[in-house]
């Protein structure tokens, strides 16, 4: 029988305690193994948080680690530098560059619904937005903008 235990975790960092150690204890797995795999798995996205699920097979002590992609706020956060947004239009929290915008929302486009890279990057400006995250030193609504109106295309491709 195979149970699913989901759990955040930062990346590289997880330990045999909640959530993991007391959901796993019961079902007779070493907890120290799964963590091990698990920090392995996350390690290159050292300092977000990241989805995990730990699927376990009962009957015979086997488990496998799936990693899913960190939240897109979590990766401007890290683009920008900065451990929390919700700066204002005066004082933004923090800047990212239009290449580093690219470079999320190429990371995101196997898991965003979006259906272009033009898309995904407007999400991904949506969510500079609400952070309170500059783009190039330009409100986020303003690059979106720039993407509509096609400013952008050949850097989106």
């Known amino acids: 029988m195979k149970k699913t235990i989901d759990a955040i975790v930062e990346g590289g960092k997880a330990t045999a305690g909640p959530p993991l150690g007391p959901a796993l204890g019961p079902m007779g797995i070493n907890a120290g193994q799964v963590v091990a795999k698990i920090n392995e798995m996350t390690k290159p996205f050292g300092g977000m948080k990241v989805p995990v699920k730990v699927v376990v097979n009962t009957d015979d002590k086997s488990f496998e680690v799936h990693v899913g992609s960190p939240p897109t706020s979590e990766l401007v956060k890290k683009e920008a530098g900065i451990e929390k947004g919700a700066g204002t239009a005066e004082a933004p929290a923090g800047n990212i560059t239009f290449d580093g915008l690219v470079r999320i929302a190429k990371g995101k486009s196997s898991v965003s619904l979006g259906k272009s890279i033009n898309d995904i990057a407007k999400e991904v400006a949506g969510t500079c937005k609400s952070l309170g995250v500059t783009i190039d030193g ?15 295309d050949s850097l989106l491709k």
Request: aromatic share 0%.
């Open 138 to 152: 330009k409100d986020a609504r303003a690059v979106i903008r720039e993407i509509d109106g096609g400013k952008h």
